[in-house]
């Protein structure tokens, strides 16, 4: 299986030059063959696109830098423009799960730059013990990049991204080889119920509180109106931009981490793991409840608990969201109805026992199958 690691790293001023020249012809390339293929009746192939908007283009006067930069991210700029229509017209045609997506957009210079590298553009140099620490990657038309290493790569990467977010920072990330490994688990199963106030409560008794983004989400929120208020293409309104695009990455970064501590804890001590099926873009449709909604990140948590349960060999189940987890007593099985979300313990009519909200529709996610 792949996985992606990623590093940042510091470019010098020329490094950033050389890297916004980089970013601007990816940028244009695919602009322009976006351009082609909206006015084309039949949808141009790759390699036709490549001809026109690289090859051609070159030997223009006002397309002539393109020259200057390495050719192997334009052609995987076109290449990635191709397997964008591929999944627009696989989500009309329904083969493609999960909510359809619109056809290919324009880029954007204020948005977040990328420039991928294939195997010939870049060149990764491992030690004879494995240790690639404070090594430097060489792209070409670069230079030497030195990312801060974290952590060793498992293997050689395939391909690296160059990438610049909309703060500034630039990060390289790889796509590497994973052999999935084996390690007992402490418990046979665990099942997981996924809340607001808290994050996840689950069917053994723990539970895990997400943290507090209402301070940074209120400065977004101001900055914003700051922001719609400034004029276009202005100084100041594009100091504004940086700062409201650092504050999303804090609030993005702290719950990656948390989600990334919460996962590994509890694919590392289960051997089956059941979630529940949350419709979340209609939870969002509640306008008091759809920004701390999207904050959570309950989406992201269910992707990196299944990619981390592939990796150990774990057991990665979902049940129906239709099942009433909630308005079940796990102990005797009586239906007490639909609660209203104050509601957080429930004294069963039937066998007399105080039961938490939250606790007994993780036991009851736990105890249910999931359907074929």
């Known amino acids: ?39 084309s009746e039949k949808l141009p192939s790759n390699n ?8 051609q283009a070159k030997k223009t006067e006002c397309r002539s830098w393109l020259a200057d930069v390495s050719n192997i991210p334009l052609q995987q700029s076109v290449a990635d423009l191709g397997v964008a229509y591929k999944n627009f017209f696989d989500s009309l045609k329904g083969k493609r799960r999960g909510k359809k997506i619109g056809s290919p957009k324009f880029k954007k210079r204020t948005n977040q730059q990328s420039a991928r590298f294939r195997i010939g553009g870049f060149k990764y140099p491992v030690l004879k013990d494995g240790d690639s620490k404070g090594d430097e990657v060489y792209l070409a038309k670069i230079g030497n990049i030195k990312p801060v290493w974290s952590r060793q790569l498992p293997s050689a990467p395939s391909s690296v991204t160059v990438i610049k977010d909309c703060a500034n920072r630039y990060f390289l990330s790889f796509v590497v080889e994973v052999v999935p490994i084996h390690v007992d688990a402490k418990n046979q199963s665990i099942g997981i119920d996924l809340g607001i106030k808290t994050f996840a409560v689950m069917s053994n008794g723990e539970k895990a509180v997400s943290p507090n983004y209402s301070r940074l989400d209120k400065r977004i929120r101001r900055k914003q109106r ?76 269910r992707t990196l608990a299944l990619a981390k349960s592939e990796k150990l060999g774990r057991t990665f189940r979902v049940i129906s969201r239709w099942e009433p987890t909630s308005q079940v007593c796990f102990d005797c099985g009586f239906k007490w109805g639909k609660l209203d979300l104050s509601i957080r313990s429930v004294l069963c009519l039937n066998c007399g026992i105080e039961q938490d909200r939250d606790e007994n529709a993780a036991k009851n996610i736990n105890k249910e199958r999931p359907r074929p």
């Open 1 to 39: 299986m792949k996985a992606r690691y990623q590093f940042r790293f510091y470019p010098t001023d020329q490094e950033q030059q050389l890297l916004a020249q980089l970013f601007g012809c990816v940028r244009v390339v695919w602009n322009d063959a976006l351009a082609l293929c909206k006015q």
């Open 48 to 55: 036709d696109l490549q001809k026109l908007v690289i090859t």
């Open 226 to 301: 700051k922001l719609a208020r400034q004029q276009k293409d202005s100084k100041r309104r594009n100091k504004t931009r940086i700062q409201v695009a650092k504050l999303h990455n804090r609030i993005a970064d702290t719950r990656k981490d948390f989600l990334h501590k919460l996962s590994t804890k509890v694919v590392s001590e289960n051997q089956t793991i059941v979630l529940e099926d949350l419709s979340v873009s209609g939870m969002v449709k509640n306008r008091k409840l759809a920004r701390v909604i999207s904050l959570q990140g309950w989406r992201e948590f």
